[in-house]
Every structure is written in structure tokens, then in C-alpha cells.
């Protein structure tokens, strides 16, 4: 599966934005999705995840309350939807995916390219 990400930008802080995905080819609904981020100088950190059919969800701590993790089967995309975006949210944002992954944190076999969220203060 090829991961086409968008929708990242330059924002201040409190803004929202909301971040897409787009999945090729046509079992998207086998895949388990995730978004992970990387900001400069650290390593790359989960985010959030969702199951196959959408109904479990999982979130880091950092973005509870803020970050909803949703995705459309019928057109292959998983979103990111940021609220009240703070400054330590500046990274680059990845997608990713897995058809084997039981559990929603784990290792990703395929990831997107990333689309940079730069947040100010």
C-alpha cells in the first residue's frame, strides 16, 4: 500500500488543522492506521491509531483531548483532526499502516512521506 499524506501548514497556537491520508489500492479496510510524529532532534513518536472498522481508537497521552484519529473505508483515507494546537506539536506527521497489527500500538510495515505541522506561539 502507498501512504499519500497532507493537510499540514503553519499555524498558531490554539489553531486546529486537520491532517489526511490517502491509501492506495483496495483493501484499505484491512489496514490498521496510525499517525506518528517526528520532531527535530527526537525520535519519532505515536500518536494516535485506529483499528480496521474505525471503532477503537488509541491516543498518546500528549494529545488526549485534543487529537481525533477518524477514517473513511469507502475512500481509503484516515484524517487527523488537530485542536487547540500548541507549539510542542511542531513536527513532521506521518501515516502509517499494517494489515497484520492485533493490537493499534506496534510496529508499521508501510509509512507516508510526512507533511510538516509547524505550530507558533
Known amino acids: 500500500v502507498q501512504l499519500q499524506a497532507s493537510g499540514g501548514g503553519l499555524v498558531q497556537a490554539g489553531d486546529t488543522l486537520r491532517l489526511s491520508c490517502v491509501a492506495s489500492?483496495?483493501?484499505?479496510?484491512?489496514?490498521?492506521m496510525a499517525w506518528f510524529r517526528q520532531a527535530p532532534g527526537k525520535e519519532r513518536e505515536f500518536v494516535t491509531a485506529?483499528?480496521?472498522?474505525?471503532?477503537?481508537?488509541s491516543y498518546a497521552d500528549s494529545v488526549k483531548d485534543r487529537f481525533t484519529i477518524s477514517r473513511d473505508n469507502a475512500k481509503n483515507t484516515v484524517y487527523l483532526q488537530m485542536n487547540n494546537l500548541k507549539p510542542e506539536d511542531t513536527a513532521v506527521y506521518y501515516c502509517?499502516?499494517?494489515?497484520?497489527?492485533?493490537?493499534?500500538?506496534?510496529?508499521?510495515?508501510?509509512w507516508g512521506q510526512g507533511t510538516q505541522v509547524t505550530v507558533s506561539s
Open positions: 489500492g483496495r483493501t484499505f479496510s484491512s489496514y490498521v
Open positions: 485506529i483499528s480496521r472498522g474505525g471503532r477503537t481508537t
Open positions: 502509517a499502516a499494517d494489515s497484520r497489527l492485533v493490537q493499534l500500538r506496534g510496529k508499521y510495515e508501510y
